[in-house]
């Protein structure tokens, strides 16, 4: 790998953690700056919004407030940068705490993200959340 290779990976990865912070500290500013203007969000695999970055933080900012707490956790990015363009993959585990729950919650699934490289750097202009599990769901039956 190119030196420069290795700089767009450390910087997407370190745009994916800043998006789990801007997620768990309900921090909107800062999930804002993940993304460019227009970008398209879609968290319809988890039963959330779909649209565009400042439909989803409206919604966030409505909805997010009865969770606890969230712990998001990103791991295994794959990043596949062509120039200024870049898809990557990357695995989430996210703990949490949800409302009228007393035992904790867990999900995991991808992030799909197709980013461009920005005078600011890289920013994210679609993502697309692949929830393959969830373990304690509200509403699921107790053993």
Not at 50 to 71: C, H, K, L, Y
Not at 109 to 114: L, M, P, S
Request: with cysteine; glycine share 8%.
């Amino acid at each position: 790998m190119n030196p420069a290779g290795a700089s767009d990976d450390a910087e997407i990865a370190r745009l994916l953690y800043r998006y789990a912070r801007a997620v768990d500290t309900k921090d909107w500013e800062l999930y804002r700056s993940v993304f460019t203007d227009d970008a398209h969000i879609d968290y319809s695999s988890a039963g959330a919004i779909v649209g565009t970055r400042d439909e989803v933080v409206d919604w966030f900012a409505a909805n997010f407030g009865v969770i606890g707490w969230s712990m998001h956790y990103i791991t295994n990015i794959e990043s596949d940068i062509s120039g200024d363009t870049a898809t990557v993959r990357a695995m989430f585990y996210n703990p949490m705490q949800l409302p009228g729950m007393t035992a904790m919650s867990t999900c995991g699934g991808y992030y799909h993200h197709e980013l461009v490289r920005t005078p600011d750097g890289w920013r994210s202009r679609r993502l697309r959340e692949e929830n393959v599990w969830f373990d304690n769901a509200p509403g699921a039956p107790t053993a």
